[in-house]
């Protein structure tokens, strides 16, 4: 059985940093994508950061020069830095990963993590 699990959230006032962390298990992805998601209160999921298997990595432009995602292939887990921090930040976010297809399509991830609370105080 292959589960995601996110870890690293929390409240944190603006400007400050989180990492968090998605432990996979169950297969390996280390031939393959995985990307982190977020989803506000009210509003739909979006793309926020991917990474696929030699490290290259992608983001949304609001995250830009903030988050980092990496990957560390031995322990089959991805992790998303996320400095400077403003409220508009706050969401669950989720990690995915497996599929096929566009990597900031939440539709090509075949696996979920249950997500993590992150809040940011003005």
């Known amino acids: 059985q292959v589960q995601l699990v996110e870890s690293g959230g929390g409240l944190v006032q603006a400007g400050g940093s989180l990492r968090l962390s998605c432990a996979a298990s169950?297969?390996?992805?280390?031939?393959?994508?995985m990307g982190w998601f977020r989803q506000g209160s009210g509003e739909d999921r979006e793309f926020v950061a991917a990474?696929?298997?030699?490290?290259?990595?992608y983001y949304k432009d609001s995250v830009k020069g903030r988050f980092t995602i990496s990957r560390d292939n031995a322990k089959n887990t991805v992790y998303l830095q996320m400095n400077s921090l403003k409220p508009e930040d706050t969401a669950v976010y989720y990690c995915?990963?497996?599929?096929?297809?566009?990597?900031?399509?939440?539709?090509?991830?075949?696996?979920w993590g249950q997500g993590t609370q992150v809040t940011v105080s003005s």
């Open positions: 990474i696929n298997w030699s490290g290259s990595s």
């Open positions: 995915a990963a497996g599929g096929i297809g566009p990597l900031a399509n939440p539709d090509k991830y075949t696996y």
């Open positions: 169950g297969r390996t992805f280390r031939n393959e994508p």
